[in-house]
Structures are given as structure tokens and as C-alpha cells.
Nanobody, 122 residues
């Protein structure tokens, strides 16, 4: 059983920055960050493969968010800059053996954290 724990969510003003942390109990999977706003479907934000060789972002965050991991620490980060009110959501990290082509399909991930809330106000 893989356990993931997110942290770092907070309330910030538009234009601000946050870095989310995902601690993973087993460092053997691709890790994705997803988010879900009230009344909306869960959305893939970014993904990083085990070796860090593939990193992908959704168009909505490209250029503002950075996903990275600090090998060999079992931790994946999501650095978020130039935050906008539309970034407000619960952010989740997820683990799975996911092909890059399917990175933003939440059903492909086997393990999920409990989520951390990010609120961006204007």
C-alpha cells in the first residue's frame, strides 16, 4: 500500500506563490498533481515520472507551475507562481504506473493523498 500526504496549501492573494509538498511512502511510481474546484471535475495539473525524465503540465498552469522531485527523497513538490483566483481548488497528489500519454487521466492512478486546500483571492 502506497501512502501519499500533501501539505503546503494556504490562502494567498492573486499573484502570490505557494509550494505544495507530496510525501510518498514508496518511491517507485509516477507522481501526478491534480486539483478539484467545487462543482468541477478533477483536473490534471502536472506529472513527473519516476526518473524525472518526463514532466508534463496542463495548459492552464504551464509557465507558472513547476513540478520537481529531490532524489532520493520520496518527496515531490509543486511550486506555484503567479497564482490566480481560478487556481483555487483542493490539490491532490497521486501515484501510479502511468504512461505519459495518460498522465492527466485520474483513473490511471492507484493511490491518492487526502488533498490540501489552496485558495487564491483577488
Amino acid at each position: 500500500q502506497v501512502q501519499l500526504v500533501e501539505s503546503g496549501g494556504a490562502s494567498v492573494l492573486a499573484g502570490g506563490s505557494l509550494t505544495l509538498t507530496c510525501n510518498v511512502s514508496q518511491y517507485t511510481f509516477t507522481i501526478g498533481w491534480f486539483r478539484q474546484a467545487p462543482g468541477k471535475e478533477r483536473e490534471g495539473v502536472a506529472v513527473i515520472t519516476l526518473g524525472g525524465t518526463r514532466i508534463l503540465y496542463s495548459d492552464s498552469v504551464k509557465g507558472r507551475f513547476t513540478i520537481f522531485r529531490e532524489n532520493p527523497k520520496p518527496t515531490v513538490y509543486l511550486e506555484m507562481n503567479s497564482l490566480k483566483p481560478e487556481d483555487t481548488a483542493t490539490y491532490y497528489c497521486a501515484a501510479g504506473r502511468v504512461a505519459p500519454a495518460n498522465w492527466n487521466r485520474d483513473r490511471m492512478y492507484d493511490y491518492w493523498g487526502q488533498g490540501t486546500q489552496v485558495t487564491v483571492s483577488s
